[in-house]
């Protein structure tokens, strides 16, 4: 296995989140973007630059996606929301009544411009969910008795892979439109965690590798078609919750980190923990897709 180790060098952006996540290329603009989940801030990178911007939504804000024409499509806490790209005017789409321990955790916008995004239960494991917000503002629960609804990408001949950080899972699941509506039709196990580790963010780069942040792992890894590690890279903070691709040749390796459940003697022993390092990779990524609603 390919392996390598990142250290302070690599940092970028605005260090010390608590629980930075969902890391988003902006091609259109050469903007990283990236949340922290639960102060309620969505970070943005100048990749020309290096300035970063930081916008309080002063709620909860699990995960973005791009949306066509500029701007954001976001699932906060309870909603999913849309807002354009100076963070000027901010509509919710659609509103659920969730239970007070749920709330939204990643997300991701599909090739057919469909915004899937999953919940967790902070209390109740299996009470977690898995929709698709179409374009035509249609809700439908895809998947439920998740866990920890997590990571999810598509690859280019439309395979969807999707984490269930729980059971420490990365699926292959297949979906249909019918008559009905929108069906999961398939859900079969490429990759499992060992004990005490979990799998979290999910991207596929343009050659079809699977790359999963491990949270309590301190890495990320590169999968294979046959669920395979074949390359590690180390970071030097536990929980590593994300990843994505930028860079004007998509070769630029976001990946985030968090400071969440760790005490004050393990933040000693990893200070750059709720930082975003940055890397090259040998294989590029692939462009993300817009939220067409």
């Not at 701007?71 to 009544?97: E, K, M, N, P």
């Not at 109740?124 to 179409?134: C, F, H, K, N, S």
């Not at 249609?138 to 969807?160: K, R």
């Not at 459940?261 to 890397?279: H, Q």
């Amino acid at each position: 296995m390919k392996s390598r180790t990142l250290g302070p060098e690599h940092v970028v952006g605005t260090p010390g989140g608590y629980l930075y996540e969902s890391p988003l290329w902006d091609y259109r603009r050469s903007v990283l973007a990236w949340v922290d989940i639960e102060a309620g801030d969505v970070h943005e990178l100048d990749h020309k630059t290096g300035v970063t911007r930081v916008h309080r939504l002063r709620q909860t804000v699990a995960a973005v996606g791009l949306r066509v024409g500029g701007g954001y499509v976001l699932a906060l806490g309870s909603a999913i929301a849309v807002v354009d790209a100076d963070f000027t005017s901010l509509d919710v789409i659609h509103r659920f009544a969730f239970p007070s321990d749920v709330r939204f955790n990643d997300a991701a916008v599909s090739p057919d411009g469909a915004f899937w995004a999953g919940t967790l239960s902070h209390d109740r494991p299996g009470a977690g969910e898995l929709y698709r917000i179409g374009p035509d503002g249609s809700v439908t629960s895809m998947l439920d008795g998740a866990s920890i609804s997590n990571g999810l990408d598509w690859d280019e001949d439309g395979t969807h892979y999707w984490v269930d950080s729980g059971p420490g899972t990365v699926d292959i699941v297949t979906s249909d439109s019918t008559d009905d509506g929108w069906k999961v039709t398939g859900r079969e196990q490429l990759f499992g965690c060992e004990p005490g580790i979990s799998p979290d963010g999910l991207k596929v780069d343009a050659e079809g590798g699977v790359w999963v942040a491990l949270w309590g792992g301190s890495s990320v890894i590169r999968l294979n078609s046959a669920g395979e590690a074949v390359e590690k890279i180390h970071v030097p903070a536990p929980h590593t919750s994300s990843l994505a691709f930028g860079g004007p040749d998509l070769r630029d390796l976001y990946i985030t980190t968090a400071r969440e459940d760790l005490n004050e003697e393990a933040l000693m022993a990893a200070p750059w923990s709720g930082s975003v390092f940055r890397c090259r990779a040998d294989v590029a990524g692939r462009h993300a897709h817009e939220f067409l609603g």
